[in-house]
């Protein structure tokens, strides 16, 4: 019969022919060890879940989540912000010749400036952005066309950089540092802030250009080559980005610690943005130590050296001006999102049984 030839061994992997001997023919057996949590016989605890238990656990939810959202939209809209078109779509704006005949092999800036009004002051802390719009720098090969090793300082990938890099790993048999098309494609508009007082006066605001990187950014991660301090000789033998119009041992060449593959512009930019629609940390505009406000209300000049095109693919540019709190910059989006899940809780919750 069927039942009578079955063997607990030969389902374990033992042969009944092999079993006996400890020739090189035996089989190990792949069953588990006889432990508990083997053979899955470790205690457990399932709730039973009843309208008893449940709609509290939403009641209280609810009565959480609803005061903490509450106090992040309160939160967030009491941080100032400002924002300025400046891409030069329209006629009547003061970039739209910069950006209609701008040309890459211009020797000579174009420039333009936007007038525009404070309604309220900025205490504080105010930081100043750049941002673009319909730039994708999540699309995939964007994203790889980097080499990490030669951004370290790595003196070999410096003069072979990866091959990620391609199509701008070289330029006329020379390699280029940076290599990619992150780098190629590095924001460098300069822009300048005046305050006009209410007798003409065009006073220069200070713009703070360091501290504006991740420290693990601009301590771990970048490092310019070692061996030579002067970066006009570490970088000799490599060419500059195809875009750019000077090397990246020129990028400030006043101030060693912001210079070459450290240079917190060119950090900033490398760290790429996951929507094609995103801010970027340009400018710190520290607090004064008086009780005068960071930026006045009144009547403020933007000067934009128009260097970045973005028209050639539908893209816009502007520039903000935000203060922070202790949860970032401004977003509602959080706490309505706490609201609306405190409050769908909140009412399951309402119909408590007795």
């Not at 750019?244 to 512009?265: M, Q, T, Y």
Request: hydrophobic letters at 35%.
């Amino acid at each position: 019969m069927m039942a009578s030839s079955y063997n607990a061994k030969e389902e374990d992997g033992h042969h009944s022919g092999a079993a006996g001997h400890g020739g090189a023919g035996a089989v190990k057996s792949r069953k588990p060890d006889n432990t508990a949590f083997k053979q899955q016989r470790l205690p457990a605890w399932q709730p039973i879940l009843t309208a008893g238990t449940v709609l509290p656990a939403f009641f209280v939810i609810g009565l959480i989540f609803i005061p903490i959202g509450i106090g992040l939209y309160v939160t967030s809209n009491n941080i100032k912000e400002f924002e300025i078109d400046y891409t030069g779509v329209d006629s009547n704006s003061p970039c739209y010749s910069c950006a209609r005949n701008f040309s890459s092999n211009s020797t000579t800036p174009c420039t333009c400036s936007l007038n525009f009004t404070l309604e309220q002051p900025f205490e504080s802390n105010v930081f100043m952005y750049y941002g673009l719009s319909n730039f994708y720098q999540n699309h995939r090969r964007y994203v790889k066309s980097r080499d990490d090793s030669q951004l370290n300082g790595d003196l070999s990938s410096l003069k072979e950089p990866s091959k990620e890099c391609e199509p701008y790993r070289t330029s006329e048999s020379f390699p280029i540092a940076p290599c990619g098309a992150i780098a190629n494609s590095l924001f460098n508009d300069t822009l300048e802030l005046y305050y006009v007082e209410s007798n003409g006066t065009r006073n220069l605001v200070p713009l703070v250009k360091k501290g504006i990187a991740w420290w693990t950014d601009k301590h771990v991660k970048f490092r310019n080559p070692s061996g030579n301090s002067n970066l006009t000789i570490a970088f000799q033998g490599t060419s500059k980005p195809v875009n750019w119009r000077k090397p990246v041992f020129e990028l400030d060449p006043l101030d060693s610690e912001n210079n070459g593959f450290i240079n917190e512009d060119f950090i900033v930019w490398m760290r790429t943005a996951a929507l094609p629609t995103f801010r970027k940390l340009y400018r710190i505009i520290q607090k004064k130590p008086s009780t005068t406000p960071t930026l006045p209300s009144g009547r403020y000049i933007l000067t934009v050296t128009y260097n970045y095109p973005v028209l050639s693919f539908d893209g816009r540019k502007r520039m903000i001006l935000s203060t922070i709190s202790w949860m970032g910059g401004k977003n509602p989006f959080l706490g309505i999102a706490y609201i609306t899940v405190g409050s769908i809780c909140f009412f399951l919750g309402a119909d408590i049984p007795n």
